[in-house]
Nanobody, 115 residues
């Protein structure tokens, strides 16, 4: 059974930082593309960042230069370092694992940025 468990969310002031973590089990983590998505209140879920098994990273334009995705294959963990947080970053952040042909989701962790 696959489990993705996010942690690290919380309340932070604008300009602050948070580091999200997602621990995966039940998948071959080292062969999976890992990603982060988010869903703001009243909006659809949007892709934020991803990292392939080979280490290639991609980012949503609005988070480039502020967010960094990384992974520790030995610990089956993917991270999202979020710096210079803005009010519009407020959302539930979801971990995603893609191992062809299936993708898996975590339950999400709330990030709230206050002014």
């Amino acid at each position: 059974q696959v489990h993705l468990v996010e942690s690290g969310g919380g309340l932070v002031q604008a300009g602050g930082s948070l580091r999200l973590s997602c621990v995966a089990s039940g998948i071959i983590f080292s062969r999976s593309t890992m990603g982060w998505y988010r869903q703001a209140p009243g909006k659809g879920r949007e892709w934020v960042a991803s990292m392939t098994a080979g280490g290639t990273t991609s980012y949503l334009d609005s988070v480039k230069g502020r967010f960094t995705i990384s992974r520790d294959n030995a610990k089956n963990t993917v991270f999202l370092q979020m710096n210079s947080l803005k009010l519009e970053d407020t959302a539930v952040y979801y971990c995603n694992a893609y191992t062809w042909p299936t993708e898996y989701w975590g339950r999400g962790t709330q990030v709230t940025v206050s002014s």
